[in-house]
């Protein structure tokens, strides 16, 4: 199965997207992370991306797609969860053609609606183990014991260059303006799922899960 899980920033698609790793062995292909993985490790793509994430644009799709395409090379059987891409028509394009090359179908796309103003709460609380990179938020995800992390243990955390108010607008506009308009082409096709992500986080964990088991159980 590949699904896209599909929402503005904050909505919580790396959230959702590590649990059906954790819950379902299937891959979390997140172009945000690969990109600052690029970044950190000094690759032309990452020197590339840095400034226009930093300004909350979009990195070039041709970059993206490859990465996506890269990715997907190494995925053997598991199943992809798209996560922040595709978020261009463009890339909705190029994503049937890598997805038809590998003879992979697209299941489902699953839109967390979410209410835009709640974002910029979210996503100026949230932070990250520096070591195992598990995400936290300042008020809705504490770790159990102040200052150390609850999976491995570190206490240091990190916080995102783009994770600040301003920036976040950008990001928004960015997504009203390139990534809302590709659902409708979705929706054609009649694979477009709709979850309130507004919810807490465990109650959009299950609406998911009853989509997807929903979808996987055998016609009556
Ligand atoms: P990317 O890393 O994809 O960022 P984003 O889309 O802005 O999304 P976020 O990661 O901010 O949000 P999320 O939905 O994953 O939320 P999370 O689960 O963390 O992209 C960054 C940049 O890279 C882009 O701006 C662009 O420059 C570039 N880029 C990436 N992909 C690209 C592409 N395809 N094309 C071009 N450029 C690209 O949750 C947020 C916080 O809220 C967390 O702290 C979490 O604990 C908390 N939270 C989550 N769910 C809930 C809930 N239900 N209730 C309460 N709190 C919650
Ligand atoms: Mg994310
Ligand atoms: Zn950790």
Known sequence: MNIILLGPPGAGKGTQASRLEQQRGMVQLSTGDMLRAALKAGTPVGVKAKAVMEAGELVSDAIVSALIG???????????????????AAQAEALDVLLAERG????????????????????????????????????????????????????????????????????MAEYRAKTAPILPLYEARGIVARVDGMADIDAVTQQIAAILDRANAPAA
């Open 70 to 88: 890269e990715r997907l090379d190494g995925l053997d059987g598991a199943g992809a969860i798209f996560d922040g891409y595709p978020r261009t």
């Open 104 to 171: 992979r179908t697209l299941d489902h796309v699953i839109e967390l609606a979410v209410d835009e103003d709640a974002l910029v709460e979210r996503i100026t609380g949230r932070f990250t183990c520096a070591k195992c990179g598990e995400g936290y938020h300042d008020r809705f995800k504490q770790t159990a014991v102040a200052g150390v992390c609850d999976v491995c243990g570190s206490t240091e955390f990190k916080r995102r260059p783009d994770d600040n108010e301003e920036t976040v607008r950008t990001r």
